[in-house]
């Protein structure tokens, strides 16, 4: 089955002007600020003139343990999103807008794919409407201000050696994860240890994608804590007077931006927070929008369900206040013969040979994720549906293992062949979200706002990951102490570990038992509004490989981009 | 005289539709692209719709030698722009983007002033349409990627203590002027000092204000030099294989943003490179396009007549093949009277008292600096027009006496109240601006590309400097004959001294004699295109004070801005 590149299908699609899309929604042009031709921002006064109560079933998009090369969580929600078109839906989708850095790094572009894609996809992965920008600047200029109290005498009294904010760009620079700054002489500031992470990684960037309203984001702006001062106390950004410019900086990125799928289905693409330090979803503003014009919202969360999808339910709707009515669960052959053990899947290379023959019996093999997966949407009282994402190197009979293994849970199922055919391919698919989104929602957070942080933590390690408890070294408990103690015990938690296993640990696959959850040290983002315990490596800054992506794109004599895939 | 804010006048004015600035010049609405509701790019189709040959006179706005204060360039190259409108001429703006960390840090907005703004002034200071961004990206991507081939293997032999190419950030932060980076594991690439300039400072940004077309900025960037070999070999960015990437992350900043003044005048405004180590103009591109639909393209050079007025004359018209038919010189009562040498202004500090009393001798006494900067535009065959920039606080006889110096060099000259007046206040300067552009311009070169580095450098500091000669330290001639080696030598210079006075001595005013001009070091910007000896201290990265006007920004309970000026 030979379809052309994502760039060329991209290319290739009959535009709607951003009107007709809006209109889709009830979306008035007065509503639209145009960036360029085909992207636009919406207009927060939506919030006012919209209904109320949200009109939508609310569906998230999740996966089983993914394999380091994804399993096409984004295509599916495009996918879903036109399908649900097919059936006479006014449906919406909502994504993240992706990072720049890992465009010229290892992946190319990250807008679905196939004939589910968002377009035009050199906007998406380029630039955008600035969003990202502006997040660098407010982060960065909150950083100058910061190093510029210390150089000023420092009144508040700073400890610079517990100062936590470090600085961001969106590129993928290794150099820059540990540096030190201040050097020269006495006017060029103050010497000490600090980094740089990508944007994506900025709190700046939760505290978008969490933010209920522009003044709700001047607030949380305003609380980030950047350090502490020798006695321990919270140093804020408020405290440092630049709550205001930042949220300044930042006011025009507060509006959604609305873009199209390859088939005019509505796409609003808001905030990239990062899935591991941070909750991995689009914006809370996005959904408040849409949820109120659409029939159906259909958003993503990053990686599997025990990571995006929990932190959607459990950071995200607790946040907005908004109720989700079923959960699709993206589940691939290749995933769950990965979930045998029988294979290794490297990124970057391709999948092992063997790995491509018929063989249904790998794929029950690896059926103890997805089961695990299924039961942790259960948890939180929403209805799960697995979608296959259909590989052109798939076989009936896997299909039919997955089929089998999701329906001896009780789940919804369906095989989705929206990479090949669009919407058309995926509505099968829709039609099972619809009928378990007309269920009734049973939705329940995991745990209230009022238990403490550890009961949190282990809330989530025990009843999501699988482990028989939590261990915590002793910095950890000590940072849980001090944040009860600062009055954030209230927050919910967001535990950073790998995507690659339901554990800690990215080597065990499958559905791990009998293990613990090493939390190895805790930090804060009080401002978005979520602690988060760090378990394992958690890499906030990519580097560059021998070959970046960035090497083979470039423009050609007609000024039309050659190489972004 | 009480007039409103400027960000108040701003928001009072009663903007019109961008398709009908446009019109103004003939641009049609096909050929702009919206970026919100106030500003557009406009499409570089335009080069290809529209005629051929200009058909504007062409002006450039300059100035004595600045106090630390500025003299109101910007709002005089509004006001006269605005002017012409009232003799009925089809005129258009051409200026550069204000950078933001400014914006945050000393000074305030850079839109011009009073009823000679651009506006919306908050859009022109933040953000714009994203072109500092994108020069941030590009610029840092670059980095990333020769960091990176260093830690692949550094197969091209890259010197690590050669290496010239910093990092940028739009943001004031003086602790990134000296770093350390790629400290902590093997895998966080090779430990060398660098540091950060204001992307305002970046050759990507003096790159995007020279390109003619998106091919030509293209190749540029690949020429970018960022180091030398072991051997002493240049090494570019297409050696890295990044300039067709660097071209992608910029191929909408090329497009220049078209906005309007309080009087709906169009202007465009387009890449913002710094006036002492790049040449302080806005774009080729804008002026090639407002050249071919104006009667007038009225634009802005930095700093005095010196400076941004000779890289005019000598980098960018050289580059455009453009001629200009009138230079205006923007003198004002306080310039003239420090130049008396009587007082001492202060950038941030309000003007000593007793400058403010009538005194026109005070005036007369500086006048040999407003004669010098007469004859550096003659010497450039172009006609001198002075602007007196009327302040509330001048006096008759003061104006009378600037308008004597002006005359008795037979140099036109008028006062202009466009701050409080807007257009109509600038009319006796429009007029003046017309009878200087309508005579024929002996426009010409200062040098020819053939004459050797020394002698460009030479020709400048004795013809437009008044030096009596040029002195270089040994590793400033090493520099040179590398560069005329490398063969660089056909590149025009970029002498890169103060701003405050015709010396490389910022302490001696008026027109000093008997001094030379000492070149430290020499750098070289390929991609952009020229070279620049340093003479003295330049600061690359600003610094915020101790109350960096960041603290007083803020928006309000409506979501508007506040504290902005």
Redesign the interface.
């Known amino acids: 089955m030979n379809i052309p590149s994502d760039l060329d299908i991209s290319r290739s699609t009959a535009l709607e002007p951003l009107e007709d899309v809006a209109a889709q929604l009830s979306i008035g042009p007065h509503l639209l600020?145009?960036?360029?031709?085909n992207v636009a921002?919406i207009s927060?006064e939506a919030l006012d003139e919209l209904p109320a109560e949200p009109t939508a079933r609310y569906v998230v998009v999740s996966a089983i343990t993914p394999t380091p090369l994804g399993e096409g969580k984004t295509t599916t929600t495009v996918g879903l999103g036109q399908a649900l078109r097919h059936l006479g839906k006014r449906s919406a989708i909502a994504i993240r807008q992706p990072s720049?850095g890992p465009t010229?790094g290892i992946k190319g572009g990250a807008a679905g794919g196939g004939y589910s894609q968002v377009v035009p996809m050199e906007a998406l992965n380029?630039?955008l409407?600035?969003d990202m920008?502006?997040v660098?600047?407010a982060h960065?200029?909150l950083?100058?201000?910061l190093?510029?109290h210390l150089?000023?005498g420092n009144a508040l009294g700073i400890d610079p050696h517990r100062i936590t904010w470090r600085?961001v760009?969106?590129?993928?620079?290794?150099?820059?994860?540990?540096?030190?700054?201040?050097?020269?002489g006495r006017?060029?500031?103050?010497p000490r240890?600090t980094g740089f992470d990508i944007t994506a990684a900025s709190e700046v960037m939760a505290v978008l994608a969490l933010s209920t309203s522009?003044?709700d984001m001047?607030q949380r702006l305003g609380r980030i804590v950047v350090g502490y001062t020798r006695d321990g106390e919270p140093v804020t950004a408020e405290q440092l007077?630049?709550?205001?410019?930042m949220?300044?900086?930042m006011?025009?990125a507060i509006k959604p931006n609305l873009m199209q799928t390859t088939e005019n289905t509505p796409v609003l693409v808001h905030a990239g927070p990062f899935g591991n330090i941070a909750h991995g979803n689009s914006s809370v503003v996005a959904d408040r929008i849409a949820s109120r014009c659409a029939d159906y919202l259909v958003t993503e969360a990053g990686f599997g369900a025990d990571m995006g999808a929990e932190r959607f339910f459990n950071i995200k709707c607790r946040t907005s206040g908004l109720r989700p009515d079923a959960a699709v669960l993206v589940a691939t052959v290749r995933a769950l013969k990965a979930h045998s053990g029988r294979y290794k899947v490297v990124a970057g290379k391709p999948l092992p040979a063997a790995m491509l023959a018929e063989n249904p019996d790998d794929v029950r093999a690896g059926a103890a994720n997805l089961r695990k997966q299924i039961d942790n949407i259960r948890l939180h009282g929403v209805s799960p549906v697995v979608a296959i994402n259909a590989f052109p190197t798939d076989y009936h009979s896997e299909h039919e293992a997955i089929r089998e293994i999701a329906e001896a849970e009780g789940a919804r199922v369906a095989v989705s062949n929206h990479y090949v055919d669009g919407g058309k391919g995926a509505v099968e698919l829709a039609e099972a979200v619809v009928a378990a989104a007309e269920e009734p929602s049973g939705f329940q957070l995991l745990y209230p706002d009022s238990a403490d942080l550890r009961s949190k933590i282990e809330t989530v390690a025990t009843k999501v990951y699988g482990a028989d408890g939590v261990s915590y070294l002793p910095a950890a408990a000590r940072s849980l102490d001090a944040y009860e103690a600062n009055g954030y015990g209230n927050l919910p938690v967001c535990i950073a570990k790998t995507h690659l296993s339901l554990s800690s640990d990215p080597t065990l696959l499958g559905a791990p038992t009998g293990w613990t959850l090493p939390v190895r040290e805790v930090r804060a983002s009080v401002g978005a509004g979520f602690i988060y315990p760090i378990c394992g490596e958690m890499r906030t800054m990519p580097?560059?490989g021998?070959h970046?992506a960035?090497?083979?794109?470039?423009?050609d004599?007609h000024?039309q981009?050659?190489?972004?895939s």
Chains 1, 2 share one sequence.
């Open positions: 600020e145009p960036y360029g031709r921002k927060l720049m010229f380029l630039h409407t600035g920008h502006a660098t600047a960065n200029m950083a100058a201000m190093d510029n150089h000023k600085r760009l969106d590129v993928n620079d290794r150099d820059l994860r540990n540096i030190v700054t201040g050097l020269g006017v060029d500031g103050t240890q522009l003044q001047r007077r630049a709550g205001g410019a949220a300044v900086i006011r025009e580097g560059l021998s970046p960035a090497e083979s794109i470039d423009i004599e000024g981009i050659t190489g972004l």
